[in-house]
């Protein structure tokens, strides 16, 4: 089984990305052929220089293997380290129609952020599309908010494969792990980088998480009331992070009354920070040893591409080149 996923080098990621796809992605190194890139020919529809672009992509490496995933389980490598992808972007382009492009919400999320409407916006999902059969994926680990262009994804498939022949491109699978599909931000909607409401992996320092996390919206049900944990941010965010015990503790306690929304707040920040210190402790080893993470990348491409080449030949000849 192959399993594939990629993320956007779009700044430092947050527990969003972290409990949507990183963590699912790690925990899928020990089942299967694990594929994982860093997305930088995507990073292109939003990221315009070159410097800044350079230095996300090292510094998500090195957040993605301090979290834990293992070069020895799983291939690791940079997107545009594998260029075939985008002939076969271009192969897939000519069989898609454009109102499978057309339905596509996050095109319309992205401009309403204010990303710049180009045409490699538009067309994201073909080159997704091609990042995952040009390895002939099975399984795809991500967010909820990519179920719609894994939809996609398995719609060109299908047309590629009803036009040149049955079984020519593998119809992928997406895997969104219910519990943490759609982690929610500071705000109650969904975290995201574009929204301003989200708590990343490794903030700076422990004082800017607590800030942070001090500035979850509640409601306001006065300290000695009771409280509901359904639909609490607090309760969503700690379930992340803590123990069934400590959780249904934490519940009881909100239908109790007795203590105020800061009091769980304190709890969930020192909840977070410890499940994430040893990740930071190795992230600040991987970070002084620059020459293995790039290796790492390197070592990753030139497995990558050799399977890429294989897939890419067959395409190739399907389509009479
Ligand atoms: P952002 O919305 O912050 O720009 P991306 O679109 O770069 O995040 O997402 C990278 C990966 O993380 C995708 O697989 C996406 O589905 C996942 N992801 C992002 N935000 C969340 C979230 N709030 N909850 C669960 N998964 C998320
Ligand atoms: N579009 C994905 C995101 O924004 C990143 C991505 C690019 C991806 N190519 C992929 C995810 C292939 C899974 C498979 O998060």
Not at 66 to 74: F, H, I, M, N, V
Not at 214 to 240: A, C, F, H, W
Request: aromatic share 8%.
């Amino acid at each position: 089984m192959r399993i594939l996923s990629g993320i956007q080098p779009s700044g430092s990621p947050h527990i969003g990305n972290y409990f949507g796809m990183m963590q699912p992605a790690i925990r899928l190194q020990e089942e299967g052929d694990a594929f994982y890139f860093i997305a930088d020919y995507h990073s292109l529809t939003s990221t315009h220089d070159a410097v800044t672009l350079r230095g996300n992509v090292h510094d998500l490496a090195i957040d993605f293997l301090a979290c834990g995933l293992d070069p020895e389980k799983a291939t690791f490598w940079k997107q545009s380290d594998v260029p075939e992808v985008t002939e076969l972007a271009w192969i897939l382009s000519c069989v898609t129609p454009m109102g499978f492009l057309e339905r596509c919400v996050s095109y319309k999320d992205k401009i309403a952020q204010g990303i710049s409407p180009s045409h490699g916006l538009f067309a994201y999902p073909v080159l997704q599309a091609a990042d995952i059969m040009l390895f002939d994926s099975n399984v795809v680990p991500v967010g909820k908010d990519q179920k719609q262009h894994l939809e996609v994804t398995r719609d060109i498939a299908q047309k590629f494969n009803d036009r040149y022949g049955e079984d020519l491109l593998v119809v992928p699978e997406p895997r969104i792990r219910e519990e943490t599909a759609t982690v929610p931000g500071l705000d109650g909607r969904k975290m995201s980088k574009s929204y301003d409401n989200s708590i990343l992996i490794f903030e700076e320092t422990e004082k800017k998480l607590r800030k942070k996390i001090m500035k979850i919206v509640t409601d306001s049900t006065e300290v000695e009331q009771p409280k509901n944990p359904e639909g609490s941010y607090i309760v969503d965010l700690y379930r992340l992070v803590a123990s069934e015990a400590a959780v249904k503790e934490m519940e009881d306690s909100f239908r109790a009354g007795g203590q105020g929304y800061g009091h769980y707040k304190q709890q969930l920040f020192e909840a977070l920070r410890d499940h994430f210190a040893p990740m930071r402790e190795q992230r600040e080893k991987l970070a002084a040893d620059t020459d293995y993470v790039e290796g790492v990348l390197e070592e990753g491409a030139k497995k990558a591409r050799t399977k890429a080449r294989e897939v890419i030949a067959r395409v190739r000849d399907a389509v009479g080149m």
